[in-house]
């Protein structure tokens, strides 16, 4: 299925990317933080397709521990790499908000702040992949449902922590004409973060069939 | 049920009855907590008075940081001689085993934290009896949401090469959350004119994670213990 | 003290089981078959699988292909109920040392909600011959009464299927002939029982089958000549068969 279904994500995403220049080009330009704004249609679209790869990343977790699906397990992997990629593009484009918004490279901003736990949690579940050595997959897969678990509880209390602070800045409210482009955005990276799910799902099988041929060889022997 | 509780009953005074023969486990974390806070006394007091709010970080620091030692001894003895699979081998439902390896910890992290607590309120002045059972409340459900998670994690890095490593990697960033609850409540509680409706919400919040967090550990324990 | 509903079973059927990881595989298409009352000696070079097939066997770890059928049941199917009828005496011993041995036992038979507990608990001293040491901690214990007690705690709930990874470690001369004199009993009793050994000499006259296991692969050793003969003509032909290439 994945197979077809590749062709026809990476052409949606090719879409997007073809179109979102131009939009983000015609939007108009934000008085106050000027062509730096235009970090927002990356920033917010690159949390969106992380919070995406997490939720997939749980769901296949759940299926992988209590189903023994293997290609759950293959899926959970390619989701915790794509939300580590996509976390990393919010991390970076954060504080280069930041900075022209703040004056300061790194603020306490609640989302800043969620957003570096939830990308500590993912970094933390592919090291277990990594470094847990064999059967290591159903432990993963265990952390797997925890970080996606974690969400709101990440959301509510670094909010209410910020909160309770004096707030320094104000997030300039966007009016319609803003809200295009972002969607669009929006759009073009899930569809992306959907195509390369599915190419790195893709990869890790085939892997999988490799060791399989490996295995048959030897026992050929 | 009963034979669920009887099981999580014989986990536990195993715990103890080991812990007292050689008490190595209270003793090692009480020191370990105790020189946590003496660690961080010397980076947060100035000019003889502490940072503005310090107190609560370094309770919770501490706390944190003796009950990821406590969780790599617990089950460092379980690996020991293999006596983990001897336990799952036993004909009983598993969250049990995991319920009772809870329990052994959260009494030891009782005794940890009485020393600790009444340290940091000494050398930090921070007001500890004006509402103790708001204090109680927030240490008990902070301890057993970090707990709760910790027990689960070290039981199944048990049967992994870099344990001792991953178990902070993996848990520290899951418990985030109730170190920024039991800070935050901590430390309005601490000020001169508490705003106990904001303490009454992070007390709340620490309740609902541990319900989440305690029913997702017992849920996923016997899959994830399966090799 | 309630027992979870009785299950038994007369046989113990593996086929196909094989279990790698990534591309080193433990066991390849593994296929055995152990009936009650019978003693059968599982032997082969380190890092051949042994443990693994004990661990498959014992329901604590799944195979990655094939399955395990206890007569009609399987370890998914019966979890619970099918661990009550199997004793593991793992090469690691699983006691706790810093407790007694009685208390080790006492352990145990509460976790296998056994009933007449102390009873249990002082027949199976007098068995280890211990008695006299029962209220010492187990860490001061030589190897040879730990293996004894070890055993002992394995065989507590009398299980009907006995999976013993080398019991004769660390035991001395009349020890090996009470512990060889217990399982013909448990034989005579109708268990089943899986003996992994490097001891080929000392099983000799014991095993009713030998099944070798060699890189993850398992053969039935012949019926003829002394174990320790067989199993060289076995290792012999198959290198052979390898061409050495793996050997």
């Known amino acids: 299925m994945t197979r077809r279904l590749f062709p026809v994500l990476a052409g949606l995403s090719l879409l997007f990317f073809v179109g979102a220049p131009v939009l983000i080009v015609r939007a108009p330009y934000e008085s106050t933080m000027g062509l730096v704004q235009k970090i927002f249609y990356f920033h917010f679209a690159g949390w969106m397709a992380m919070f995406l790869a997490i939720f997939v990343l749980g769901i296949a977790s759940i299926i992988f521990l209590f189903r023994r699906i293997r290609s759950a397990d293959q899926l959970a992997v390619a989701a915790a790499e ?22 300061v490279w790194w603020q306490w901003d609640a989302r800043l702040t969620m957003a570096v736990i939830l990308e500590l949690i993912l970094v933390a579940y592919l090291l277990l992949r990594q470094y847990g050595g064999p059967g290591s997959d159903r432990l993963a897969a265990g952390l797997g449902i925890f970080a996606m678990a974690n969400v709101p509880f990440l959301y509510i209390s670094t909010e209410i922590w910020r909160t309770v602070h004096p707030r320094t800045s104000v997030v300039p409210t966007l009016p319609v004409d803003f809200g295009l482009p972002l969607w669009w955005s929006v759009a073009g990276f899930v569809v992306i973060c959907l195509a390369m799910l599915s190419a790195r799902r893709r990869l890790e099988e085939q892997r999988a069939t490799l060791d399989e041929l490996y295995l048959a060889l030897e026992d050929e022997a | ?37 003496m660690v961080f006394a010397f980076a947060f007091v100035r ?59 959260l009494l030891l992290l009782a005794v940890v934290e009485l020393v600790v607590v009444l340290m940091v309120a000494l050398m930090f002045q921070a007001p500890l009896f004006e509402h103790p059972f708001r204090m109680l409340a927030l240490l008990a459900l902070g301890t057993l949401g970090f707990a709760s998670v910790g027990t689960l994690f070290s039981a199944m890095l048990v049967r992994t090469r870099s344990r001792a490593v991953l178990l902070p990697v993996l848990l520290y960033p899951v418990t985030i959350p109730v170190l920024i609850m039991g800070v935050s409540g901590t430390n309005v509680l601490w000020q001169p004119e508490p705003d106990l409706a904001m303490v009454q919400l992070w007390t709340s919040l620490l309740l609902f994670f541990d319900a989440v967090f305690l029913t997702l550990a017992l849920w996923t324990f016997e899959p994830v213990m399966t090799e | 003290m309630p027992r979870p509903s009785h299950l038994d079973f007369d046989q113990v059927v593996a086929s196909g089981v094989s279990r790698s990881y990534g591309r080193r595989r433990a066991l390849r298409h593994v296929s055995l078959c152990c009936r009650g009352g019978e003693i059968v000696g599982l032997v082969g070079p380190n890092g051949a699988g042994k443990s693994t097939l004990l661990g498959v066997l014992s329901t604590l770890a799944e195979p990655s292909f094939g399955e395990v059928r206890y007569g ?9 109920r099918l661990r009550a009828q199997i004793g593991f005496l793992s090469h690691e011993l699983q006691l706790y040392p810093e407790l007694t041995a009685r208390e080790n036992l006492a352990f145990f038979a509460g976790m296998y909600g056994l009933d007449k507990v102390d009873a249990r608990v002082e027949a199976a001293l007098e068995t280890a011959a211990l008695s006299d040491r029962a209220d010492d901690v187990v860490e001061g214990f030589s190897r040879g009464m730990r293996q004894r007690l070890a055993l002992e705690r394995a065989l507590l709930h009398t299980p009907r299927l006995v999976l013993l990874d080398e019991p004769f470690t660390g035991l001395d001369e009349s020890a090996v002939a009470a512990l060889m004199h217990r399982l013909s009993l448990l034989r005579t009793d109708g268990r089943i029982v899986l003996v992994v050994t490097h001891d080929l000499d000392t099983v000799d006259g014991l095993l009713d089958r030998a099944l070798m296991l060699r890189h993850g692969r398992i053969r039935e050793l012949p019926a003829t000549g002394t174990l320790r003969e067989r199993y060289r003509v076995e290792v012999q032909e198959a290198s052979s068969k390898l061409g050495g290439v793996s050997a």
Do not use: H
């Not at chain 2, 023969?21 to 370990?32: D, G, H, S």
């Open chain 1, 82 to 103: 794509q939300a580590v990629i996509f976390g990393l593009i919010g991390l970076i484009t954060g504080p280069l908000w930041g900075v022209k918004a703040w004056g």
């Open chain 2, 1 to 37: 049920m009963t034979r669920f509780l009887q099981v999580v009953w014989l986990v536990v005074r195993k715990d103890l009855r080991v812990e007292s023969r050689n008490k190595e486990m209270l003793v090692t974390t009480l020191f370990f907590a105790v020189s946590c806070v």
């Open chain 2, 47 to 105: 000019g003889g008075r502490a940072v503005d709010g310090a107190a609560a970080g370094v309770l919770w620091i501490a706390v944190a940081f003796a009950g990821t030692l406590a969780l790599g001894r617990a089950f460092e003895r379980e690996r020991y001689q293999d006596a983990l699979r001897g336990l799952l081998l036993a004909p009983v439902d598993r969250p049990a085993i995991y319920l009772g390896k809870l329990s052994g910890l």
């Open chain 3, 72 to 80: 009609k049941w399987t370890a998914r199917g019966a979890g619970t």
